[in-house]
């Protein structure tokens, strides 16, 4: 699967179990009704945040936030909404749950359905918020590290 481009995002729940995490299993699933998706492994803190949280957030990255990609994906940060404390993010109006700044776009979502996929679950989520940033290229994986792509940049690692 390393050979599969993908985009990177942040999902976070707010909550008790606060939690974010790096992800590149993310898809949009319908326009109308909104949705999207996120595959958690069962075995991460963040699946069951998103459970309590019943709602999570998504923040897609844009190709400067390379650093937030691997803070994200480090699992020796702190634990809890703690983990927050280093990067600059606001609450999801609708959600709470923290989006961060900076990003392409941002997306809230109320947990809708939860699906078994091996190890993994595969949370669908209403889309309740979206908004979109302003940077010009996002960040993607590719190849086992992270290159930018956008309209004036072709892959670059």
Not at 31 to 40: A, E, G, N
Not at 45 to 70: C, N, P, T, W, Y
Request: hydrophobic fraction near 40%; proline fraction near 5%.
């Amino acid at each position: 699967m390393s050979q599969f481009a993908t985009g990177i995002t942040v999902i976070t729940a707010g909550g008790e179990r606060g939690h974010g995490m790096t992800a590149n299993a993310f898809s949009s699933v319908s326009l109308d009704p909104p949705m999207v998706l996120c595959c958690v492994s069962r075995a991460a803190r963040m699946h069951d945040a998103i459970l309590s949280a019943k709602a999570f957030a998504v923040s897609i990255l844009g190709a400067e936030q390379r650093e937030l990609a691997r803070y994200f994906a480090d699992w020796r940060r702190p634990r809890g909404l703690a983990q927050f404390d280093s990067v600059d993010w606001f609450p999801g109006p609708h959600t709470g749950s923290p989006l961060l700044s900076g990003s392409l776009a941002w997306v809230e979502c109320n947990l809708a359905e939860v699906y078994e996929g091996g190890d993994h679950s595969i949370f669908l989520g209403n889309v309740v918020s979206s908004k979109r940033g302003t940077g010009p290229q996002a960040l993607t994986f590719f190849g086992g590290d992270y290159h930018q792509v956008g309209p004036d940049v072709r892959a670059t690692a």
